[in-house]
Nanobody, 125 residues
């Protein structure tokens, strides 16, 4: 059984930085992408970033390009999301997930089969 545990969220001022971690256990991930999604109160869950576990290819939603960086440590089975220049609109619950349906875009939540509980990020203005 795949398990994902996120950490690193918190309260930060506008312009600040946070580094989220997603620690995976219980499975092999060499064929899958790991993605970060976020959901703000009253809004739908949205794709933030993804990384191809084996090849390292990265993907970002336009609103975070140039500010967020996704990376992975395969030995530790951990994926990181470095978030810089944070804005109040980045406030959300951030969750990581493992892609299980390769034929679907890794930007779609329906492509993912395992989810963590999430870590809250709050950016004050």
């Amino acid at each position: 059984q795949v398990q994902l545990v996120e950490s690193g969220g918190g309260l930060v001022q506008t312009g600040g930085s946070l580094r989220l971690s997603c620690a995976a256990s219980g499975g092999t991930f060499s064929r899958y992408a790991i993605g970060w999604f976020r959901q703000a109160p009253g809004k739908e869950r949205e794709f933030v970033a993804a990384i191809s576990w084996g090849g390292g290819a990265t993907y970002y939603t336009d609103s975070v390009k140039g500010r967020f960086t996704i990376s992975s440590d395969n030995a530790k089975k951990t994926v990181y999301l470095q978030m810089n220049s944070l804005k109040p609109e980045d406030t959300a619950l951030y969750s990581c997930a493992v892609q299980v349906f390769a034929y679907q875009s890794n930007r779609e939540a329906t492509a993912y089969g395992y989810w963590g509980q999430g870590t809250q990020v709050t950016v004050s203005s």
